[in-house]
Nanobody
C-alpha cells in the first residue's frame, strides 16, 4: 500500500502559478504510476495529468496541456504538479493518485488517493 499527502494548494489570481506536491510513503514508490485529478462541486472527478514509473512518459488532459507540468522525484518519494497560466476554471480540489499495476500513465484505474488540496483561481 501507499499513503499520499498533497500540499501546495491555495488562492491565486488568473494567470498566476502554483506548484502542488504529493508526498508518498510506500514499499516501492518508483514502481507506481502517479496521477493528478481534480473535482469541483457537482462535477465528476476529472483527470489532469499522469507520469510513468521512471518519469519518462507523461499524459495530460487537453484542458491543461501546455500550462501544467507533472514531474516526480523518486529519491524524495514526491510527485509535483506545476500549474502555470491558471484560469478560473482550474478551481477545484486536486487529488494525487497512485497506480501500482502498470507503468502506463493512464487516466483511470488508480488504486490509492490522497486527501486533496484546494486550488482557487480568481479572475
Amino acid at each position: 500500500q501507499v499513503q499520499l499527502v498533497e500540499s501546495g494548494g491555495g488562492s491565486v489570481q488568473a494567470g498566476g502559478s502554483l506548484r502542488l506536491s504529493c508526498a508518498a510513503s510506500g514499499r516501492t514508490f518508483s514502481s507506481y504510476t502517479m496521477g493528478w485529478f481534480r473535482q469541483t462541486p457537482g462535477k465528476e472527478r476529472e483527470f489532469v495529468a499522469a507520469i510513468s514509473w521512471a518519469g519518462s512518459i507523461t499524459n495530460y488532459a487537453d484542458s491543461v496541456k501546455g500550462r501544467f507540468t507533472i514531474s516526480r522525484d523518486n529519491a524524495k518519494n514526491t510527485v509535483y504538479l506545476q500549474m502555470n497560466s491558471l484560469k478560473p476554471e482550474d478551481t477545484a480540489v486536486y487529488y494525487c493518485a497512485a497506480d501500482p499495476t502498470t507503468w502506463r500513465p493512464r487516466q483511470t484505474g488508480y488504486d490509492y488517493w490522497g486527501q486533496g488540496t484546494q486550488v482557487t483561481v480568481s479572475s
